[in-house]
């Protein structure tokens, strides 16, 4: 056996490793991301791992792998599960052969998504099990239990671990001698695998009655968990998740405390929750995001006729938005049970000072600030719409750039500047989108574009990265997951191929000719694209930078129109900070004074 200290992701990835999973498919997206980073660095013989296009195709090539009897893993966030919505529903009905699990991360707060969107809802929706670990050692072992009831019921099975069970860490063991698990393979019956109505009507049916089953089975299951107080009590505190760890250090502290954790939120385990229901007075749930298990405990009370009070995010006890923390549920269960703490020990006052403020901010040199500089130089003075995407570029909504105005989700970017285009034919429509989200979600907003006739032009900030999540590979950057190097993808290619007839490339570093390049597109009608193409400074060396010289009359040009964070005033002169400066001169571009030079470090 092997003893590790690792990340939660790490863990579900060791986890998974150790159930014998075959494929490993996934969309790269924080808190998720890890997951398959730590199967990309562990020993992984015979299994095809990949970075998927997008989260629709990771979870088809998965199914098609269960199909075979193979095991198969898939890895999201919980925005990604949208996307991956429409095989999911119909492979909820299809069934499958092989364990197949699907990894939905979620992120309240959020801390990086666009929403705080609660995935044990989508399970119910689609009316598969959903497991719920309240720690990375619950993680590493309910996505190998995980594994076991797919099989045994023949459904994908989700896994929700929340940010900070995927970002916590813990030790765990294993045994380090892992292999793929042996599979039958494909066997070929269009009466089961292809669906038609009459299949959907009837295994729906069974999927209603099967679900019924796995909930009585799982009133069992080993941390669906009731911990009595020490103490007489009529009270109860029902967690999942996170939350159940913070109520069980509060419950350390507090003889008093029953605790019951439901870590299989759907389908839900009514009986075993009833037996707590019949034996208490009042009870607090403690869930992050939605009131799934208060809803569910108020639909078992009711149609037990029983007298308990539930309280919980209904009731305003429990915040509906954001995580909850130790101090949160401290506070929340202090209320609870209508006690004051009294400290004995001496208060000791620490003056910590607050950590600086970093507002998100494109990096130092991130070509993105060109490109984005360049579009509001050309378009200054007319009437025009800045349609953002998901990704670093986002950011290019902050002052003073304040070049993005909307994003709404992966891709949208592309279809939503023709929607403006539709509807005002006087202002100038521009989509903003990243190679990899090009590559995963703005393929048919490009079609439809040039189908329906629209007028827009078409940013590709092509940084050879997908570098928000970590700087993983997709098509264009002619690697992959497996080791092996295959041709890129061209981006001109694939536009041009979509009926894109004016494509232009420029360098977003170089101001005047990505100025010139915009111009020009802008007076032409129909589907245009520029493909801003300079790599992300992450994954480029540098070894020069700028400097401020004498001829600098500290007009602020430089910050007031780039907003770069290398460029800073100290004693109320403009400098540059050589820690973060990339030498991109795009500062040196913009000063009308030619008050910052590029300078050879060393």
């Given at each position: ?7 939660g ?10 159930s ?14 890890e ?5 990309y660095h562990?020993?992984h ?5 990949e ?7 990771a979870?088809e ?8 009897g ?22 909820a ?5 092989g364990?197949?699990v ?17 995935t044990r809802?989508?399970a119910?929706?689609?009316r598969i ?29 989700i896994?929700r ?8 860490y ?9 292999c793929v698990?042996e ?6 019956d269009?009466?089961k695998?292809?669906?038609f109505p009459?299949l ?17 089975e ?8 009731v911990?009595r107080?020490?103490k ?10 996170i939350s ?6 509060y ?15 759907f ?17 607090i ?10 809803e569910?405990l108020?639909k ?20 509906h938005?954001?995580?909850l ?10 209320s ?5 703490e009294?400290s ?7 003056n ?6 970093r507002p998100?901010v ?7 600030r ?5 579009v509001?130089t ?6 025009s719409?800045f349609?953002?995407?998901i ?5 290019g909504?902050?002052?003073?750039l304040?070049m993005?105005?909307?994003c709404?989700?992966m891709g ?15 202002a ?9 989200t090009?590559?995963?979600?703005g393929?048919t ?7 329906n ?6 940013c590709?900030l092509d ?15 002619g690697f992959?997951?497996m080791?092996?190097?295959v041709?890129?993808?061209d981006?001109?290619?694939v536009?041009?191929?979509?009926g ?11 101001l005047?000719?990505s ?15 520029v493909?801003f ?10 070894e ?12 602020n ?10 460029i800073?005033?100290?004693n109320d ?6 820690s ?7 500062c ?6 030619k ?8």
């Amino acid at each position: 056996m092997k003893k590790e200290y690792v990340m939660g992701n790490s863990a579900i990835a060791i986890g998974a490793l150790c159930s014998g999973v075959k494929v490993v498919a996934g969309y790269p997206g924080t808190p998720s991301t890890e997951i398959i980073e730590t199967i990309y660095h562990v020993p992984h013989k015979d299994v095809h791992l990949e970075w998927s296009v997008n989260e629709k195709a990771a979870m088809e090539v998965a199914a098609a792998a269960a199909y075979t009897g193979a095991r198969s893993l898939v890895t999201m966030k919980q925005v990604g599960l949208n996307v991956a919505a429409d095989p999911l529903m119909s492979l909820a009905y299809v069934g499958i052969k092989g364990g197949m699990v699907i990894v939905v991360a979620d992120d309240p707060g959020p801390i990086s998504s666009q929403t705080e969107q609660d995935t044990r809802r989508f399970a119910d929706f689609a009316r598969i099990p959903v497991l719920d670990p309240a720690s990375p050692e619950q993680a590493f072992t309910m996505v190998q239990d995980a594994f076991l009831l797919s099989e045994k019921y023949h459904t994908p099975v989700i896994l929700r671990p929340t940010t900070r069970v995927c970002h916590a860490y813990a030790s765990i063991s294993f045994d380090e001698n892992y292999c793929v698990k042996e599979f039958d393979g494909f066997e070929k019956d269009s009466s089961k695998w292809v669906i038609f109505p009459k299949l959907s009507f009837k295994n729906h049916d069974m999927i209603e009655k099967r679900n019924v089953q796995i909930a009585k089975e799982a009133g069992s299951y080993r941390f669906n968990s009731v911990e009595r107080a020490q103490k007489p009590t009529k009270k109860a505190v029902f967690a999942s998740g996170i939350s159940y760890s913070y109520a069980k250090e509060y419950q350390i502290a507090h003889d008093d405390v029953t605790l019951v954790q439901i870590a299989t939120a759907f389908p839900f385990v009514e009986d075993f929750a009833l037996d707590i229901l019949k034996d208490t007075d009042e009870v607090i749930c403690l869930e992050e995001l939605s009131p799934y298990i208060e809803e569910n405990l108020l639909k078992t009370a009711g149609r037990h006729h029983l007298n308990v009070v539930i309280k919980g995010k209904l009731t305003g006890c429990v915040p509906h938005a954001g995580e909850l923390s130790v101090e949160k549920v401290k506070q929340i269960l202090d209320s609870f049970y209508q006690r004051e703490e009294i400290s004995n020990e001496t208060e000791v006052e620490f003056n910590i000072p607050d950590l600086p403020v970093r507002p998100p901010v494109l990096c130092a040199g991130c070509p993105h600030r060109g490109a984005f500089y360049a579009v509001k130089t050309a378009m200054r003075g007319k009437k025009s719409y800045f349609c953002g995407d998901i990704g670093c570029y986002t950011l290019g909504n902050a002052k003073p750039l304040d070049m993005v105005d909307t994003c709404l989700c992966m891709g949208a970017g592309v279809t939503m500047s023709q929607g403006f285009n539709f509807v005002d034919k006087d202002a100038t429509s521009f989509a903003f989108i990243g190679d990899s989200t090009f590559f995963a979600s703005g393929l048919t907003g490009v079609v439809n574009a040039v189908y329906n006739e629209a007028d827009v032009i078409i940013c590709i900030l092509d940084n050879s990265t997908t570098a928000m999540t970590g700087h993983q590979p997709h098509p264009g950057t002619g690697f992959n997951l497996m080791g092996n190097f295959v041709d890129k993808i061209d981006i001109e290619t694939v536009l041009k191929g979509l009926g894109v007839k004016t494509i232009r490339k420029a360098d977003p570093l170089n101001l005047k000719e990505s100025v010139d390049v915009i111009k020009e597109l802008a007076s032409i009608k129909g589907v245009k694209a520029v493909i801003f193409k300079s790599p992300c400074i992450s994954i480029v060396k540098h070894e020069d930078c700028c400097t401020v010289n004498d001829k600098c009359r500290t007009c602020n040009i430089c910050i007031k129109k780039l907003g770069c964070p290398a460029i800073v005033k100290i004693n109320d002169k403009v400098c540059i900070d050589e820690s973060q400066c990339t030498g991109c001169t795009l500062c040196n571009q913009v000063c009308p004074h030619k008050a910052i030079e590029k300078k050879k470090n060393g």
